[in-house]
C-alpha cells in the first residue's frame, strides 16, 4: 500500500444521507476478480442522471468526496472503497461511516475522514461558492482545509491512531501480524479439542 | 466487575493486546463464498502465502448462482467465472468447498448453522455484513472486506479494536402472528441505520429467549442493519437443542466439554453495557418498510409518513428523496400499497420454519393473478426438506415459482432481478434503492406478511385473508 500523508484535490459535494454500499457501487458490478476496474460502477444508478454531480464537468477531476452522514452503510463488500478508489478518489468527508465501510477504507489505502456535521454543512457551501475548488486534507495533523481568507474552511478530522500510522507509513497489515506468528502458534495450542474443523 | 457475553467471548479470543493498538483476535471460522474473496486469494499468491488453517475455512457458492438450472453451466460467462475462479481457488489452497450441485450448497449463512460448525463462544467471520446471523448461537460473528479476508486466510487472526457493548432487551411476548423479523424491523426503525455503530450487540428478555433458533438468526442477521458491529444471543437449552444432532457438532465426551463451556457465556448479573435499549414485544405488530433504508417502516396498519413527520432537517430530506423513488405518497394506507412480485428466501428468512410458516398460509389459496411469488430455499438441504414436506407442492398448487438454494433476489446479482419501477415485498434485509434490481422498490416484511401479501397483490397480513 502506497503512504498517505498529504492530499489536495477537487472537492466533490455529495448531498445525500445513508449512501449504502448498494449505492456506491450495485451487485451485478462485483462479479469481476481483479481490484481494478470497478470505477464504471461506481454511483451507477444515479450516473445516468445528467444533473448527478460526477456528470458536472467541473468535478471532473474530482478527488476528495463530501457526503452526508452514515456513508458506506451495508454490505461489506470491498469493491466500494475500489471503486472510489478507481474512479480517483483519495479521500471521502463524512460526519459518520459505516464501520465496515471504514475498516475496508484503511486497509485499501482510501482516508475515510470524519467530522463535525457542521464540517460537512460547511465544505459544501463552500463548494457552491467556490465550484472545483480544491480541499486538502493533511492526514499528520489531522486537518481539512479549503480556500483561504475569510470564507475559508479549516477544521480537525478524527481518525483512530493505529489506521493513521498505518496510512502514513504505508504498511501491510498481514506482514505485521505474521510478525507475532509465535503468539499464534501458542494460542493454537491452547484452543479446546472440541472447536469444530471444516476438514 | 463481571463481564457481558461479548467480553466473555472476545477475551477468550485474544492473541494479542498492546495500547494503543487494536486485538489481535483468533477467528476460529472463517466462511468463504465467491464474490468477497477472489482477490484475498491473489493477494495469497501475490506474496507467496498460503492459507494457515485450511481446516477452519468453509467455501460455498451463493451469491452470484442462478436458481434454475442449477446443473447446466452458467450462462452469464463472467458469473461463471468468478464461481470457476473459487473452485479453482479452493482446490489450490485445499479449502473445503460445497459447489453448486452439491447437498451442502447455500447461502453461507444457512450451511454454517445447519452444519453445526457455528457454536455458541466462537469467533465468526465472512466476507459479507450478514455474518451476524452465526451471533444467535452466542457467538461473535461479523461481516469483513476482502483485504481482511486475505488477513484471516494468511493468519487465521485479525486485528480488531474492542467494540462498545449494548444491550436490547425485549420484555414481553410477541403476539399471534408477529414474528422475528416485526421485531427487528420495529427495532431498527426505533434507533435507525447509525443506531448500533461501534458496539457488540446482546439481545435479550423474555421474547428473545422465547424465539427458536432460526428466529434467533432473523433477528442476528439484521444487526448490520442498525449499524452493530455484531449482534448475539446468549446459548440456552433452545440453543444445545438445535445443535445436538448436527453433523459437525461435538460428540459424546466432547459436546459433555462444549456444553459445559457454553453454559458460562452468559452476561454475568454485575456485568454493565456501554448502553441499553428496552422494548416491549406484547405491543408490536406486523412491520413492513416504506423507504431505501431499513430504518424507514411503520405498522402495516399505518399511512405512509411525510416529511412534515419528522424533525430532523436530514430525515426530512431522505424521506422525500425514498418516497420520490418507491413512488409513493404520504398518507397512503400502507395496506393499499400493489406489489408486484414477492420474494421468499435470503440468509434472513429462508430456512425451513420460514418456508413451513409460509405454506401453512398458502395453502388452498392462490397467489394474485398480477403477483409472482418467488420461493428460494436458503440451501440444498432446505429445499430437500421442504419437498419431503410436500411445501414445494404447495408453492406450485398456489401458483409459486419454486427455485434452488441461493442469495437469489435478495441482492440481484443473479438473474433474479426486479425491472425498473417494479415494487416488491420482500422477506429479505435490504431495501435500499436498486438492491434487487435497478429501478427496483423494495418493501421488506416478514414471512406471514409475505405470503398473504402475495395472495391479495397488496400489503397484507395474514389476518386480512378470507378463511378457506
Redesign the interface.
Known sequence: MDAFTTHTGVGVPLK???V?T??II???Y??????TGFEDGLF??WRGDPDFVLNDPTYADGSVLVA???FG???????A?WALQNYGFKVVISS?F???FR??SG??GLLAAQVDEKVVQSLWDWLEDHPGGVITVDLESRTIRAGAGEDAVEDSFDI???TRWRLLEGLD??G???G?DD??TA??AS????????? | MGKTLSEKVWDEHV??SAP???D?L?I??HLLHE??S??AF?GLRL?N?TV???????ATED??VPTIDWDKPIA?P??R??VE?LRKNCADF?V?LHPLGDVEQGIVHVVGPQL??T?PG?TIVC???H?STHGAFGAIA???????V??VL????L?Q?RPKTMAVTVNGTLPDGVTAKDLVLTLITHTG??GG??YIVEYRGQAIEELSMEARMTVCNMS??W?A?AGLIAPDQTTFDYLADKP???KGA??D??VA?WKTLRTDDDATFDQEIVLDASTMTPFVTWG??PGQGAPLGANIPGPDDFDEP?DK??TE?ALHYMGLTAGTPLREVKVDTVFVGSCTNGRIEDLRLAASILEGRTVAADTRLLVVPGSVRVRLQAEAEGLDQIFLAAGAEWRGAGCSMC???NPDQLAPGERSASTSN?N????QG??GRTHLVSVPVAAATAVRGTLSSPADLQEV
Do not use: C
Open positions: 445525500r444521507s445513508n449504502d448498494d449505492q450495485p451487485a451485478v462485483l462479479k469481476r476478480v481483479t481490484r451507477a444508478a452526508g452522514p452514515d452503510t451495508g454490505s461489506s463488500r470491498e469493491h472503497v459518520r459505516a464501520d465496515i475498516g475496508n486497509k485499501a483512530d491512531d493505529y497489515d498481514i505485521i501480524t505474521l507475532h503468539r499464534i494460542f493454537e484452543r479446546p479439542a472440541w472447536k469444530p474443523v471444516t476438514a | 492473541v494479542r494503543g493498538e487494536p489481535l483468533f476460529d471460522l464474490v468477497t477472489p482477490q491473489d506474496a502465502r494457515r488453517r485450511s481446516d477452519l475455512t468453509l451469491h452470484n452469464d463472467v458469473s467465472t468468478q475462479t485445499g473445503r453445526g460448525l457454536q466462537m466476507g459479507d455484513s455474518t461479523f461481516g469483513i472486506g476482502t483485504s481482511e486475505e488477513h494468511a493468519t487465521q487472526t486485528m479494536s441505520t447509525g455503530q461501534g448490520i442493519e449499524g458491529k459437525e457438532a461435538p466432547d459436546w466439554a462444549a463451556h431505501t433504508n436530514n430530506v431522505a428523496k441482492l440481484g446479482m435490504r435500499f434503492e436498486g438492491r435497478k429501478g
